[in-house]
């Protein structure tokens, strides 16, 4: 649980502390979770930068993970500018 509470952690501090906004979503049905990422904050009729969902106790190994996500939120607090791989399913642009 400790993966998912940090990813808390960091969607709040981006959304105070940077322009991005970070939304998170907890899906109970599935025990899953949503982030959606806007690099240029939120605004109306926006589609998300990025977008994860993912399975709590269960993914595949190409799946993504809490890890992961957690990198990529890390990567956009520390404001780095390049790009990262996350799996091969997400990157950081900026």
């Known amino acids: 649980m400790d993966?998912?509470?940090?990813?808390?952690e960091l969607a709040q501090k981006?959304?105070?502390e940077r322009?991005?906004?970070?939304f998170v979503d907890y899906n109970g049905h599935i025990n899953g979770m949503s982030?959606?990422?806007y690099r240029e904050g939120w605004r109306k009729d926006n589609v998300a930068d990025?977008?994860?969902r993912f399975l709590i106790d269960?993914?595949?190994e190409d799946e993504i993970k809490p890890?992961?996500?957690?990198?990529f939120l890390q990567e956009i607090l520390d404001g780095n500018d390049y790009m990262i791989e996350i799996g091969n399913l997400?990157?950081?642009r900026k």
Do not use: P, Q
């Not at 890890?67 to 990198?71: A, D, G, K, N």
């Open 3 to 8: 993966g998912i509470e940090k990813i808390f």
């Open 14 to 16: 981006i959304s105070t």
């Open 19 to 22: 322009k991005a906004d970070v």
């Open 35 to 37: 982030i959606r990422i």
């Open 50 to 52: 990025h977008w994860f």
């Open 58 to 60: 269960n993914f595949d």
């Open 67 to 71: 890890s992961y996500v957690i990198s």
């Open 90 to 92: 997400a990157y950081i």
